[in-house]
């Protein structure tokens, strides 16, 4: 299971890196794993400005539709348009390629209040 250090994490298994006030987001590989084969990513609240926890967008895979949780509130601001042809990349380059949006993060110090890798690997029994 790869839970890269660098990167921050969720309960409901969205990852974030943070670049000053722009963070990127898009589900870990344990998520990936357990939708199975996606077919399809939605995200149609590009430049709307969301709370912490509120839903972003939609992951779509052959056995289910799942939810996507924005880690920290701000701004979206960019949607990986790469993904509207080539949805399976998420789930052969999650952490990479697969990337989902970037976020105007309204307050960084809230980054500090997510999980490290060692948390959400706790989380996950990895």
Known sequence: MNIPANLKYTKDHEW??????IATVGITDFAQKELGDIVYVEVETLD?????????????AVKTVSDLFLPMAGEIVEFNDSLETNPEVVNSDPYGAG???????????????????EAYSALIGA
Do not use: C
Request: no cysteine.
């Open 16 to 21: 974030i890196s943070l670049d000053g006030d």
């Open 48 to 60: 709307q400005t969301l709370d912490q926890d509120e839903v972003f967008g939609t992951v779509e």
């Open 99 to 117: 990337w989902m949006i970037k976020v105007k993060v309204s307050n960084t110090a809230d980054y500090d209040q997510l999980l490290d890798s």
